[in-house]
C-alpha cells in the first residue's frame, strides 16, 4: 500500500497513520495562512477514497471548519453550558464567559485531526478535532469535536472512543447520523437516555428544541 499521503506517513511501530496536513488556516488565530495540523488515523490498512476526500477536503476548509467550532462553543453557553479553567497558582477553577471566538481559542490548546478510517459517509470519512494538549476547559479528559465535511455532529469533554459509543448507542449506523447532535444533548436529561429511539426521532428529524 502506499505509505505516505502528504506529510502522512504509515508508522509500522505504531501501526498507523501519524504525520500532520498542511492547512489553510486564520492569521488571527494561528498567526500563520498554512497551519501544520498534527493528524492521525488508527488503522493499519491502506487508506480508503473516503479518508484521502477527508483529508483533502480539511486541507481546504480548515479555518471554516474551525472556526464553526468555536462560534459552537459560545452558542454552547447559551443551554446552559459553563466553562471553567483551571488556575495552576491558586490550584482552583475559575468559571469564564467567553463572547468571541478569539476568547475560547486562548483555552482550547492544539487541535489534532483524527480521521475516523471505520465511518464514513456519502464519500467521505467522518474526522475529529481532538483537543488534549493545553486544554484548558476540560484538562482532564480533553476536548472532542466530531464532524461530517463541515457539518458538526457533537461537542464533549472527553475523548473521540467515547463520543463514537455515545452516537452508536442511540443510532448504531454512522450513515444515519446528521448534523446539531451537539445543540440536542444539553436539553436531555439522563432518564432520557432509557429511550434511546427517542431521542434518536429528535436527532434525525433535527427537533433540538
Known amino acids: 500500500m502506499n505509505r505516505a499521503v502528504d506529510q502522512l506517513r504509515y508508522i509500522e511501530k505504531y501501526q498507523s497513520w501519524d504525520g500532520s496536513l498542511e492547512v489553510k488556516a486564520s492569521v488571527d488565530l494561528f498567526n500563520t495562512e498554512i497551519y501544520l495540523l498534527t493528524t492521525f488515523i488508527d488503522t493499519t490498512h491502506a487508506l480508503t477514497t473516503e479518508d484521502l476526500n477527508?483529508?483533502?477536503?480539511?486541507?481546504k476548509?480548515?479555518?471554516?471548519?474551525?472556526?464553526?467550532?468555536?462560534?459552537?462553543?459560545?452558542?454552547?453557553?447559551?443551554?446552559?453550558?459553563?466553562?471553567?479553567?483551571?488556575?495552576?497558582?491558586?490550584?482552583?477553577?475559575?468559571?469564564?464567559?467567553p463572547k468571541e471566538i478569539e476568547?475560547?481559542?486562548?483555552?482550547v490548546g492544539f487541535p489534532i485531526l483524527q480521521i475516523l478510517h471505520d465511518h464514513a459517509k456519502d464519500g467521505h470519512s467522518y474526522y475529529s478535532l481532538n483537543f488534549n494538549k493545553n486544554c484548558r476547559i476540560s484538562?482532564?479528559?480533553?476536548?472532542?469535536?466530531?464532524?461530517?465535511?463541515?457539518?458538526?455532529?457533537?461537542?464533549?469533554?472527553?475523548?473521540i472512543d467515547s463520543v463514537i459509543s455515545g452516537l452508536q448507542y442511540?443510532?448504531?449506523?454512522?450513515?444515519?447520523?446528521?448534523?446539531?447532535?451537539?445543540?440536542?444533548?444539553?436539553k436531555l436529561e439522563n432518564s432520557h437516555y432509557n429511550e434511546p429511539e427517542v431521542?434518536?426521532?429528535?436527532?434525525?428529524?433535527?427537533l433540538f428544541d
Not at 471553567?84 to 491558586?90: N, P
Not at 431521542?199 to 433535527?206: D, E, F, H, M
Request: glycine share 4%.
Open 170 to 186: 442511540i443510532e448504531h449506523d454512522c450513515s444515519q447520523w446528521e448534523k446539531g447532535f451537539w445543540r440536542l444533548k444539553p
Open 199 to 206: 431521542i434518536r426521532n429528535r436527532w434525525i428529524s433535527g
Open 139 to 159: 484538562i482532564e479528559h480533553g476536548f472532542t469535536a466530531l464532524f461530517h465535511k463541515k457539518e458538526l455532529i457533537d461537542l464533549s469533554p472527553s475523548d
Open 54 to 59: 477527508t483529508i483533502h477536503y480539511v486541507k
Open 61 to 97: 476548509h480548515f479555518h471554516e471548519i474551525y472556526t464553526i467550532f468555536l462560534e459552537s462553543l459560545l452558542e454552547w453557553q447559551s443551554y446552559g453550558i459553563a466553562y471553567e479553567i483551571y488556575d495552576e497558582q491558586d490550584h482552583s477553577f475559575e468559571t469564564i464567559y
Open 103 to 107: 476568547d475560547i481559542h486562548s483555552y
